[in-house]
C-alpha cells in the first residue's frame, strides 16, 4: 500500500507537537520527523524535554518557554518565525496550550498570520475517558480546580447542573479534598480516578465517589491523576424508568431516615441525596414536588 508522502516543512511556521504522557514507544512518527525538521524548540521544561530528544536521538537548539515567562518569550518567538524559522513547541507531556502553556503564542501567530499546525498524539484526557466506564459521549473539560477549599466549592456549585461528564487534573496531595467536596456538592455519582497513564504503574479506580474517598484512606495516591465524574444519574441514558421510580421514592426515604436515626429533615435530604446520587439542589426540588403531589 502506498502510504502518502510527508508534507513540506512550511518555513516560519508554529508547529503544536503532542509528546507522550507517559510511554516513549507512544510518540508519532510524524512528531518526530517535525522535531527533526525543526529549527528551534521551545520547552516547557528543557530538562525533561532533552530526556524524550536525547531518546530519539534528537539535537536541536532549545529555547525555555513556560507561564513564567510566556509574556516576553512569545514575542521573541513570534519575531524569530517571522524571519522564516520553524518552531516546534512541546510541554512536559500530552499536547502544548492544554492546561499548558501555549495559548499566548498560539495567538499571537494568529495576528501576526504565522501559520499554527497541530501534530496530535498521546492526550491524557481522552485515554482515561475511553477506559473509565463513564459515559464519554458528551464531556466537559474543567483541567485543574482551585487549591483554596472555598475557591473549589464554588467552582463545583457552577457546574453542578452540567449534564455531561467531568474530566479534570488534580495534585495527588488534593485529590481526597477534592473528591470529599465533589461528594457534598455533586452527589455521589460514578466516577473514575486515572493514575500514571501509559507508566508502569498505570492504575484505573472505579466506582461511587464515596467508595473512592475511602480508597484514599487505605492508600493515598501518588504520581499525575486524571480523574471523572459522571453525569447525574438522572442524565444517564435508558434511566428514565429508574429515575420515575427514585422520584417516588425519595420522599419515602427521608421520612424514613428521619424516624430511624432521629434528625432533622435538612439532614435526612442530604443523606437521602448522596444514596440517590443527586445533587443537594435537584434533591430538594424533588422532594417539594412529590410532597405536593
Same mark, same amino acid.
Given at each position: ?8 516543512p512550511a518555513r516560519g511556521c508554529l508547529y503544536l507537537v503532542a509528546t507522550? =504522557? ?17 529549527? &528551534?524548540?521551545?520547552? $516547557?521544561? @528543557? ?12 539535537? !536541536? ?9 510566556? #509574556? ?7 519575531? !524569530? ?10 510541554? +512536559? ?23 499554527? =499546525? ?22 466537559? /473539560?474543567?483541567? /485543574? %480546580?482551585?487549591?483554596?477549599?472555598? $475557591? ?5 456549585? !457552577? =457546574?453542578?447542573? $452540567? ?14 479534598? %477534592? ?24 492504575? /484505573?479506580?472505579?466506582? *461511587?465517589? $464515596? ?6 484512606? !487505605? ?6 491523576? @486524571? &480523574? ?14 429508574? +429515575? ?20 432533622? *429533615?435538612?439532614?435526612? #435530604? ?24
Amino acid at each position: 500500500m502506498n502510504m502518502p508522502s510527508a508534507e513540506p516543512p512550511a518555513r516560519g511556521c508554529l508547529y503544536l507537537v503532542a509528546t507522550p =504522557i507517559g510511554n516513549l514507544e507512544d510518540i508519532s512518527l510524524r512528531a518526530l520527523r517535525t522535531l527533526k525538521e525543526a529549527d &528551534l524548540i521551545a520547552c $516547557e521544561d @528543557t530538562r525533561q524535554s532533552l530526556k524524550l530528544l536525547s531518546h530519539f536521538e534528537i539535537r !536541536k537548539p532549545l529555547e525555555s518557554y513556560h507561564e513564567h515567562n510566556e #509574556l516576553t518569550r512569545a514575542p521573541e518567538l513570534v519575531l !524569530k518565525m517571522e524571519e522564516g524559522a520553524r518552531i516546534a513547541l512541546i510541554s +512536559d507531556a500530552g499536547t502544548p496550550a492544554i492546561s499548558d502553556p501555549g495559548h499566548r503564542l498560539v495567538a499571537l501567530c494568529l495576528r501576526h498570520h504565522i501559520p499554527v =499546525i497541530p501534530i496530535p498524539g498521546p492526550s491524557a484526557i481522552v485515554a482515561a475517558l475511553a477506559a473509565a466506564g463513564v459515559p464519554a459521549e458528551e464531556f466537559t /473539560f474543567l483541567g /485543574f %480546580m482551585p487549591a483554596r477549599p472555598a $475557591e473549589r466549592r464554588r467552582a463545583l456549585r !457552577k =457546574i453542578a447542573a $452540567e449534564p455531561r461528564t467531568l474530566v479534570f487534573y488534580e495534585a495527588p496531595h488534593r485529590l481526597r479534598a %477534592m473528591l470529599e467536596d465533589a461528594l457534598e456538592i455533586l452527589g455521589n455519582r460514578h466516577a473514575a480516578i486515572a493514575r500514571e497513564m501509559t507508566k508502569i504503574h498505570e492504575e /484505573f479506580l472505579r466506582g *461511587r465517589i $464515596e467508595e473512592l474517598i475511602s480508597d484514599q484512606a !487505605k492508600k493515598p495516591p501518588r504520581g499525575e491523576i @486524571t &480523574l471523572l465524574i459522571g453525569p447525574p444519574e438522572e442524565q444517564l441514558p435508558g434511566t428514565a424508568e429508574k +429515575d420515575s421510580t427514585a422520584r417516588g421514592a425519595l420522599a419515602k426515604r427521608v421520612a424514613e431516615i428521619e424516624r430511624a436515626e432521629g434528625v432533622n *429533615r435538612k439532614t435526612a #435530604l442530604k443523606q437521602a441525596a448522596k444514596e440517590f446520587g443527586l445533587v443537594k439542589r435537584e434533591a430538594y426540588k424533588r422532594l417539594i414536588s412529590e410532597e405536593n403531589s
